[in-house]
């Protein structure tokens, strides 16, 4: 008989906001044995990414600032509950508290090709606005693993597509969307798996 050697692999999944990438991910996870999303967290109870958890029969919390800076509980459910935390659309800076404890096991998405357009306040339309007004040729997506700064993270994966001269923030937005849905969940997928 042969045995399998291995543990399933538990994510989290932090969004603070639409989290179409969150369900991606989740629907790209459903059937598998090795990995499993066990749970959505944010920071903002009007996020859409609640009624896509719910729609989903996937566990959500909302949590607040000091929860997610200072509660012991809060970083125990982590610890005990989760192995991977992935980062989809989340705009809070995570605490040194729990990148200590997660090494390496903390990936983010950004919309652009990092170390452009990254940092405080880099976020959603705010960084495609800055891709047109700056006239970019190309823009994309980078999937690093998280450290204490924002966007500053070891680079996991980059991939770009092209800016055209009549591309707004929202069409730039709708082609980094679509590079997310493609890569993300494989990404996250072939790096817990060590493929
Ligand atoms: C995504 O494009 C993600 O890359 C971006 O927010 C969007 C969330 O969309 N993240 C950042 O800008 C982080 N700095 P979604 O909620 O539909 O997945």
Same mark, same amino acid.
């Given at each position: ?46 996020? /859409? ?20 800076? %200072? ?32 090494? +390496? ?53 980059? /991939? ?17 969307? +679509? ?6 969940? %494989? ?7 060590? /493929?």
């Amino acid at each position: 008989m042969i045995v399998k050697n291995y543990k399933l692999k538990k994510i989290a999944i932090f969004a603070s906001g639409s989290g179409s990438n969150a369900e991606n991910i989740i629907r790209y996870f459903s059937d598998s044995t090795e990995i499993k999303v066990v749970s959505v967290l944010t920071n903002n109870h009007n996020a /859409k990414v609640i009624e896509r958890a719910k729609n989903l029969n996937i566990s959500y919390k909302i949590f607040n600032k000091s929860e997610f800076n %200072e509660s012991v509980e809060f970083l125990n459910y982590l610890i005990k509950e989760v192995d991977y935390i992935i980062l989809a659309g989340f705009l809070w800076l995570i605490p040194t508290r729990i990148i200590e404890k997660f090494p +390496q096991k903390i990936i983010n998405i950004h919309p652009a090709l990092l170390p452009k357009y990254g940092g405080k306040g880099m976020f959603g339309t705010n960084v495609h606005q800055a891709v047109i007004d700056n006239k970019e040729k190309e823009t994309g997506i980078t999937i690093h693993y998280v450290n204490e700064h924002y966007d500053e993270g070891t680079i996991i994966f980059q /991939k770009s597509v092209k800016v055209e001269l009549n591309d707004t923030s929202e069409t730039v937005a709708e082609k980094v969307h +679509q590079l997310e849905y493609e890569y993300f969940p %494989e990404v996250i997928e072939s790096v817990i798996l060590k /493929k």
